[in-house]
């Protein structure tokens, strides 16, 4: 492990005599704050285990006999039984997943691109290129399994993505992992066609309200698993972003084109003050196996980073991420109105596992041509030694 800056406050032997080894990690302590942060890379490379099977799509009834069935991600078991070490490892260092007996746990990964929608529409696509763009599948289906063991009654995978749900949930291999848990009480939901109503963030940013699937008011604990990646309007898309799904389609059209993407910070800061006022127990977890970078959300290119980033604190996680990234988090307009709003802080965070030096790359920042105001980046360009905000 390279040399901890101060300010990521990790806590080793070397600071604290008689530090306990925890997960095979010698001399790290858990967190102690609520704004912590852990960051866990692993020692294999866990995202070449996971491919997408184009062969099924036959261009003639001859090929299309001999396999019929899914284009569908699937992953060896190794990679499965790693990634859920990594998960248990995150929340462990991070203080623990906030999920107690009898909760109705919410799950909202972000799965917006079918896979081969990339490998048919965009030239040099790849597996590593459609997983930089979604949510591993493989920590959802970890983190609801650690939810049920830590006595949840409920555990719901929901999503409300641009376009079929339904499809977008197979092909990544979501619907495919939830079988394999044989548990009845983690299940997936397409939040398309389920009720919703009006609410109203507690200090509107952009809208003074939004038309939201009721479901958000119905959870005891929601967990959003969103990949690493750049956002030609965000600037970068975590765990905040994520909570763009939660505006109802029908109302909001395609790729909720119909919410005010020229404020688009403004909305994403107003959906995260939503979550926050109406749910009473959040955490975050940023799936970096791989990280995208260069014309994202959608057309990014996949950086291997074998790394997962968590915490109690979607602020907190988010500036991590992006600084891994290599770019300011303060510059972010997102992350930086969502601390001065007080929903979480971009300050002060105690990162623990690995150092964000140990993970850190400068990652290709979106190309100026394609950048939108409505993020309110104040700085768009990525360098290594980036540090987190003081």
Request: hydrophobic fraction near 40%; aromatic fraction near 6%; charge should be positive.
């Amino acid at each position: 492990m390279k040399e901890i800056d101060r300010r990521d406050f990790i806590k080793t032997t070397g600071v604290i005599a008689g530090a306990v080894a925890l997960s095979g990690v010698p001399g790290i302590l858990k967190a102690r704050t609520k704004s912590a942060v852990a960051i866990v890379k692993s020692s294999i490379d866990v995202g070449s285990s996971l491919t997408f099977d184009l062969s099924v799509w036959g261009d003639d009834t001859a090929k299309s006999m001999k396999k019929l069935g899914l284009m569908e991600v699937t992953w060896t078991p190794e990679s499965m039984a790693e990634i859920e070490s990594m998960v248990r490892k995150a929340c462990k260092l991070s203080g623990g997943l906030p999920v107690k007996k009898r909760d109705t746990v919410l799950i909202k990964p972000n799965v917006v691109q079918t896979p081969h929608l990339g490998f048919f529409l965009m030239s040099n696509y790849s597996t590593p290129r459609a997983m930089a763009t979604i949510s591993d599948p493989r920590v959802a289906i970890a983190t609801a399994k650690i939810a049920r063991e830590q006595g949840a009654k409920k555990v719901i995978i929901a999503e409300s993505n641009a376009s079929n749900c339904h499809s977008f949930f197979q092909e990544a291999g979501y619907e495919t992992g939830v079988a394999a848990l044989n548990d009845k009480a983690v299940e997936i939901l397409y939040l398309d066609g389920t009720p919703y109503k009006k609410m109203k963030p507690p200090k509107a940013l952009s809208l003074p309200s939004y038309e939201i699937f009721d479901l958000v008011e119905d959870v005891d604990c929601m967990i959003s698993i969103a990949p690493m990646k750049t956002h030609m309007w965000a600037g970068t898309t975590m765990t905040m972003k994520n909570f763009i799904a939660f505006p109802a389609n029908k109302v909001y059209g395609s790729y909720k084109s119909g919410l005010p993407h020229s404020n688009i910070a403004d909305v994403i800061v107003d959906l995260t003050a939503i979550v926050k006022d109406r749910v009473k127990s959040n955490f975050g977890i940023i799936t970096g196996i791989y990280a995208g970078e260069g014309l994202g959300p959608l057309q990014v290119v996949a950086k291997p980073l074998n790394t997962i980033v968590a915490g109690p604190d979607y602020v907190a996680v988010d500036a991590v991420g992006t600084t891994i990234m290599g770019f300011d988090a303060a510059a972010v307009g997102h992350i930086r109105q969502a601390h001065e709003m007080g929903l979480g802080t971009m300050k002060g965070i105690e990162v623990v596992g690995n150092a964000i030096g140990d993970v850190q790359f400068a990652a290709k920042p979106v190309p100026e041509a394609a950048r939108q105001k409505g993020g309110e980046n104040n700085s768009w360009e990525s360098r290594l030694g980036q540090k987190l905000p003081t």
